[in-house]
């Protein structure tokens, strides 16, 4: 009975361990930064849109493309100007249209710099 109860105890603590690794937020190093200008001729008119990114690389060496807009939260009054590569980052997204969209950014460590 001890043995049934250990085992069911250990297969739930499991369980709830890969739940919060899926949750948590994701970190790693800035490894570029980049603004692309789009534009367009429409009916006659032009019409523009600029789409922000970044690369990140986690600890594993998996790397993420994510991309920003005016809706994601920058913490602790960071501006995506200030952002360099070799900063490390904590951040939240939601995957939308086949790419990873910011929810939330945090720097915890700026980059040295020269």
Do not use: C
């Amino acid at each position: 009975m001890r043995k049934a109860l250990s085992v069911a105890l250990g297969v739930f603590l499991l369980a709830a361990a890969a739940v919060y690794a899926k949750d948590r937020p994701h970190e790693g190093k800035i490894v570029s930064l980049e603004t692309v200008e789009k534009s367009a001729d429409a009916s006659g008119e032009r019409v523009a849109s600029v789409q922000n990114f970044m690369v990140v690389q986690g600890a594993k060496g998996d790397q993420w493309t994510l991309y920003w807009n005016e809706s994601t939260k920058f913490k602790s009054g960071l501006m995506p100007s200030q952002l360099r590569q070799g900063d490390t980052v904590h951040f939240d997204f939601v995957s939308k249209d086949g790419k990873m969209w910011l929810t939330e950014l945090r720097r915890s460590r700026k980059a040295d710099r020269d």
